[in-house]
């Protein structure tokens, strides 16, 4: 999975910033009816077309966000803009522009910028947004990469995290805990071959989890998903930082309590036989892992019928009452578990 890097190291001073900026966007080609002015010029110029306009902002700095001893440049690229779309569709928004910064040093060659570009391109492409512009400047430390995502929706589709009411369903798409155990392995293996460079890694068998870590996606298809199911979610959130962190954030800010059944916590089998050889339990892996860059969300509890049996969807709780607190159900016992906040945290732990 690891890609070999592009053995030629072109110094940027060689193209300049202008010739750089070129070199890097001039294979970009723009598709959506609502770009009107893209790069190239002082700004962009985008048209929503009576629909509400949302935005939201993403930093990822190198030894904070990624290590680039593991993670491919191209995958960086990627991973980088998902994010971020991500963002957007957890607003039941669909996503159509982006703008990419980038911050480097000059250990870095043009070619290293050309493989986070292809990245960028790849997702472009598979998202149908437009890159419409962005900055770039030098850097004494790392790379930095900030991106910025637009998308557009009516008003009365856009879903926000505040709205969730006592006795909604709690629902999530896909399965979890699979990018923290991704994360694991790649760890794992750096640390071997830090330790002996001639060892080979042993990554087979675990493709899944270390695609959920290096190459996720963003649900954009839940908003047309839930569109043809008839339903309109009453709250939304994507998972960055763990369930456990993101079902705090919708109770919080909606005013409700959550009751969280472990047993329905939807898990791949390769998350449970993986937490399994780290001695992890899978659940505490998708409560405070991270990283799986699914949507979390409140649905009415009359909306149940017309989701039960979705293969993408899994229905793992309920709201309550604010003062009923948030708690899990464990599994094989009714006993409860409060739920507490040990999402992941850049700015607490700058290490991790
Ligand atoms: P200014 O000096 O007005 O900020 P720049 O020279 O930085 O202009 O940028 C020129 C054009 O190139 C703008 O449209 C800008 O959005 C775009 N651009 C600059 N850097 C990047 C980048 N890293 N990726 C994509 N577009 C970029
Ligand atoms: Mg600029």
Same mark, same amino acid.
């Given at each position: 999975m690891l890609e070999e890097k592009n053995p030629q190291r072109t110094p940027i001073a060689t193209l300049g910033e202008f010739g750089l900026i070129k070199h890097l966007t001039e294979k970009f080609s723009f598709n959506k009816e609502n770009t009107m002015i893209a790069i190239g010029d002082d700004a962009a110029v985008i048209h929503p077309q009576g629909r509400k306009v949302v935005i939201s902002t993403d930093i990822l700095a190198e030894g904070i966000h990624f290590n680039l001893g593991y993670v491919p440049l191209k995958h960086l690229g990627y991973k980088a803009v998902v994010v971020n779309l991500s963002d957007i569709a957890a607003m039941n928004a669909t996503p159509t522009q982006i703008l990419v910064s980038v911050a480097v040093s000059n250990r870095f060659p043009v070619e290293a910028l050309e493989e986070i570009y292809e990245g960028v391109a790849l997702a472009c492409q598979r998202y149908n947004v437009d890159l419409v512009g962005g900055d770039t400047t030098s850097s004494n430390a790392g790379l930095i990469l900030s991106i910025t995502a637009i998308g557009m929706e009516t008003e009365d589709k856009i879903v926000k995290r505040s709205t969730a009411q006592p006795n909604d369903l709690l629902v999530v798409s896909g399965d979890l805990g699979g990018a923290y155990l991704g994360l694991q392995i790649l760890e794992r293996e750096h640390a071997v071959f830090l330790a002996n460079p001639d060892m080979q890694p042993e990554m087979d068998g675990y493709d899944y989890l270390l695609e959920r870590q290096l190459k996720p996606e963003a649900r954009t298809d839940v908003r047309s998903i839930l569109a043809e199911l008839d339903i309109q979610p009453t709250s939304m959130i994507d998972i960055s930082d763990g369930l456990a962190s993101e079902i705090l954030h919708l109770s919080d800010q909606s005013g409700v309590g959550f009751r969280l059944y472990e047993e329905k916590i939807p898990l791949d089998t390769l998350t449970i036989t993986t937490a399994d050889e780290f001695n992890l339990n899978p659940a505490v892996c998708a409560l405070n892992g991270g990283e799986d860059y699914e949507l979390l969300f409140t649905i009415a509890s009359g909306d149940y019928d017309k989701i039960?049996?979705?293969?993408?969807?899994? !229905? !793992?709780g309920h709201a309550t009452e604010q003062e009923d607190g948030n708690y899990m159900v464990l599994r094989g016992s009714n006993e409860l578990s409060r739920i507490t906040a040990q999402g992941w945290d850049a700015l607490l732990n700058p290490d991790d």
């Open positions: 039960k049996n979705h293969p993408d969807f899994t !229905i !793992i």
